[in-house]
């Protein structure tokens, strides 16, 4: 029998040329090449410290290189909470088996048995004071081979940077206003552009008026296809100023009609989808059914609403265009480009720049697009192009509305016999690079154009999208999960950061935390009853220990608890909240206990939590894209407010180190466990379940009247 | 073409500009500042931020004619790598961000209420801050950062 073979990591599957990944650069550094891109998660930081710790070179000689396509790994998108998991083994493996060929290379150079040799900030040396280096050797080591599995990366216990809290590398620029955003770079020549983009809900441009926008100075070029409308001009203050006479002269035709803001669980059930059983498990042994609590949960539209507009550049030369974007994914771009371009691939090389917090996919894609189509009007010169405030909170992709209807059964002592989830909502994502027509906004506006793309769910097998986080992780002796997809899509979805998981681990918490308070069981001890997986306990007991629960009842003042395991593969993640209520909601701590296997950079780890869990408080107390009937109406900070300064919680991260376990991505772990948590204090204080998303002032008083 | 004379950064500069051209665009596209960004264009995020004679104001609805002979300081006015305000090197101890788009603005934020209170309590940075918006979170980490150069810079 032969034994299988070592198994690669996902993305050395995918890219298996190690010179793809690591280069010895000729003044002494070394360049590592990931296909994830920096979102302000700190990956970069994280994968220099994997790097660094596998060569055994100091990280400040790490040179992270930005994904491009014309030179890096393709990792697809940089989402998901994957990037440690994908990137990160395969850099791991990568500098691993690099090394072992430099070692390799330096036994043979110095006559000195590999074994006995050492690595020491790229110095190798060994027995005898002899000593040669990656960068003397590295003309004869060549990279320009497939990763093999065939050497082992350090045991944990051997590694000195990863695992330990370092200052991220990206910081010193964004303290020191150093260009470092798209936003700020200044290409030579470069012109700027600015896209027409209708008011009303899916209306489309039928006849356009120049006259006046050609009069307005600084003006280069006024750019049509089809219902795709922008302007060029010399100058930011000119494009928009172009813009605005374009405007009016611009006829619209009707739009679409959008759903009743106020019956969003109306909506979604009303409308045709596609059903899938998500999972079923059968009862063994029925025991007898005394009860069923029927309860339905909602959640909204949620707005991405990055700091910065979303922002591109583009510059054709001929048929070739060069892209400078902050797309999570520079080759998924690429492919939509080059259908709607009608251009091989080959000709489009997507770069990618950092912007602001993107949280899942925005408008970057998008106005990617917006500049490609505007710079074939600049006469080979660049373009950038910046959306406005509206444009971003209306035109972007949101977060998918939810409508989550769970069934308990129980039994006479008020313990779950059976459990039916079922959820209602559009799919969570509609990314582009993923299909035969492209995903992207201006594709369904010019001649010619492609229909929306209707977004869909990821897989089951990759966690899921309306469904994610929908089976749960508890012995409840048979359930049947069911998912909902729409086929109708007035409201633009897709991926917004842990897609449906906020909303099911909110419906599932919620329903545990009632029929606890049913029997008179105190949560979290309910919460170990039903768990048998010991990482999930220990969450559950270090947040519990951390925030000393149950701290003593008092007047005002509730508490709450929320439990989930990321996919139910990733990070297991508790979160306890303490809340203040009395006219409004005022969340005042949260405490979390949090277990990604192996932190490589736990301050990281940490930061990601707190902002997750800072973040969902905001989603939970304030946000909801508001709607007529015609179009979107939260198109400010005004109309649609996050949390502010003032309003921030304290909160108190634990992380349970795994150092030899594999590390899984925290971006996305505290959402759903905090949602809940909130939720659950607020029952604590008021005694009023809030099932629908976000918990205001009127949804409490609602919910008081309902319960009186 | 009018012009308009004012101080950025500690330097006497005169540039030619619309006066009602705004600040931020002025900025940006003509003086090669990257440390104030566009966030909305209605001076309700704060990402523009920039301290006009000790005052936290919004640069992207500030009309050129308002700042003349006026003391302008951007964060590269701030300080440097060499030199760092305490504050920059607050930021850089606390990792008092993710993204860091809105981290100049805040910074100026968290500048002109040093200048004006140099001991503030947790509670008047935070109500200082609160016309600054930040979507990922990092909220807790930029009190505890200034709080940090507030304490570093009264020392004797």
Redesign the interface.
Known sequence: MTSPAPKLPVSLVANPRLSSWVRFTGDGRVAISPGKVEIGQGIVTALAQIAADELDVDISKVEMIRASTAASPNEGVTSGSLSIQQSGRALRQVCAEVRQRFLFAASERLGVDAALLDVDDGTISGPGNVSTSYWELSGDVSLDHDATAGAAAKSAARRAVAGHSIQRVDIPDKVFAQPRFIHDQALPGLLHGRVLRPDISGAKLIALNETAARAVPGRVAIARDGGFAGVIADAEAAAEAALKALRKGATWSAGEPLPDEDDLAGFLKSQPVETTVIDTKPALSPREHARTLRRQYTRPYIAHASIAPSCAMARWDGDRVHVWTHSQGVYLLRADLAIVLKLPAENIVVEHMEGAGCYGHNAADDVALDAVLLAKAAGGRPVRVQWSRHDEMSHAPFGAAMAIEIEADLDADNEIIGWRHAIWSNGHAARPGRAAQPALLAATEIANPYPRMISTNPPAANGGGGDRNSVPLYDFPAWTITSHRLLTMPVRTSALRTLGGQGNVFAIESLLDEIAALRGEDPIAFHLRHLRDERARDVIRAAARRAQWKPQKQAGIGHGVGFARYKNTGAYCAAIAEIEGADDIRVKRLTLAVDVGEAINPDGVINQIEGGAIQATSWVLKERVRFDRSRITSTSWTDYPILTFSEVPAVDVEIIQRPETEPVGAGEAAHGPVTAAIANAVFDCLGVRVRDLPITRDRIIAAMELAS | MPTVQFRLNGAAIVVDADPD??LL?VL??RL????A??????G??G?CHVMVDGRAMSSCDMPMWSVENKDVV???GL???EQ?HPL?RA??SE?A????????GI?IGAAALLKRNPLPTE?E???A??R????????????RAVLRAASEMALP
Do not use: K, W
């Open positions: 051209q705004m665009d940006r596209n090669g500042i990257a440390g960004h566009f966030g909305c264009g209605a309700e995020c990402a951007t964060a590269e300080g440097t790598v760092p920059q930021f850089i990792q961000m993710q993204c860091g788009y809105c981290v100049s910074l509670a940075v935070r109500e801050l609160d600054n918006l930040c979507r990922c979170g990092s909220h807790n980490r930029m009190v």
